[in-house]
């Protein structure tokens, strides 16, 4: 599913640690998986943003 639905490049990973002493980081990503590291059993927030393949391309137009 994910990987029909977003351009593997264009995402960005937000994550929350629920414990101050959680160091969370994405070790790495492939085309349809984020791993983080850091959480030490502990739960974490998550968000994904991507850029959707199915869509054209969001031009942004400035009006100065």
């Keep these: 599913f994910w990987k029909?639905?977003?351009h593997a490049e264009e995402y960005t990973v937000h994550l929350t640690a629920t414990?101050?002493?959680q160091k969370l980081f994405?070790?790495?990503t492939y085309s349809d998986s984020v791993y983080v590291s850091?959480?030490?059993g502990l739960p974490f927030y998550y968000y994904i943003v991507a850029?959707?393949?199915d869509m054209p391309k969001l031009i942004v137009e400035n009006y100065a």
Excluded: F, M, N
């Design 4 to 6: 029909k639905l977003v």
């Design 19 to 21: 414990s101050s002493t």
């Design 26 to 28: 994405v070790q790495h």
């Design 38 to 40: 850091g959480s030490d």
């Design 51 to 53: 850029e959707r393949a």
